[in-house]
């Protein structure tokens, strides 16, 4: 197989992966990106940061928001958590490269820029929440 060939795999598995911790099957999902990680490494090629950002990198559990994946902003810093293993991640907010990936992981700045915003307005509405107890 080609580099191009096995990173495409790979990118396939990471996908795959997602869509199978999105039907709660979070064990055969970490196989899946144990394999592409596995591709990767032996191919010695490197997966673009938007899919090495879509799983947690100490479990390799698929970070899908509300399920396995925390977000939070806080003064503009966004803090991923993951709920399977409790690892955090922050990303500045404000930096639009350090963004690049986070947001379901689908490629363009456009839906990257909406999933954002969409996360900054639930942060909002779970602090009022907070609040109002
Ligand atoms: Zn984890």
Same mark, same amino acid.
């Given at each position: 197989?080609?580099? *191009?060939? @096995?990173?495409? +795999?790979?990118?396939?598995? @990471?996908?795959? =992966?997602?869509?199978?911790?999105?039907?709660?099957?979070?064990?055969?999902?970490?196989?899946?990106?144990? &394999? =592409? &990680? =596995?591709?990767?490494? !032996?191919? $010695?090629?490197?997966?673009?940061?938007?899919? !090495? %950002? #879509?799983?947690? $990198?100490?479990?390799?559990?698929?970070?899908?928001? /509300?399920?396995?994946?925390? +977000? +939070?902003? $806080?003064?503009? @810093?966004?803090?991923?958590?993951? &709920?399977?293993?409790?690892?955090?991640? %922050?990303?500045?907010? *404000?930096?639009?490269? !350090?963004?690049? /990936? @986070?947001?379901?992981?689908? *490629?363009?700045?456009? %839906?990257?820029? #909406?999933?954002?915003? +969409?996360?900054? *307005? /639930?942060? !909002?509405?779970?602090?009022? /929440?907070?609040?109002? $107890?």
């Amino acid at each position: 197989m080609t580099k *191009r060939a @096995i990173l495409e +795999r790979s990118e396939e598995l @990471i996908d795959l =992966a997602y869509q199978t911790a999105l039907e709660g099957n979070l064990d055969l999902s970490r196989k899946y990106v144990k &394999l =592409a &990680l =596995a591709y990767s490494s !032996k191919a $010695r090629i490197k997966l673009p940061v938007s899919y !090495k %950002r #879509r799983f947690c $990198r100490v479990c390799l559990t698929p970070l899908v928001p /509300g399920l396995t994946e925390r +977000r +939070r902003i $806080r003064s503009k @810093i966004l803090i991923r958590t993951c &709920l399977v293993c409790g690892w955090i991640r %922050r990303y500045d907010t *404000r930096d639009a490269k !350090k963004l690049k /990936g @986070i947001g379901g992981g689908r *490629r363009g700045k456009d %839906r990257e820029e #909406r999933v954002h915003s +969409r996360d900054e *307005r /639930g942060d !909002k509405q779970a602090l009022k /929440g907070s609040q109002s $107890r």
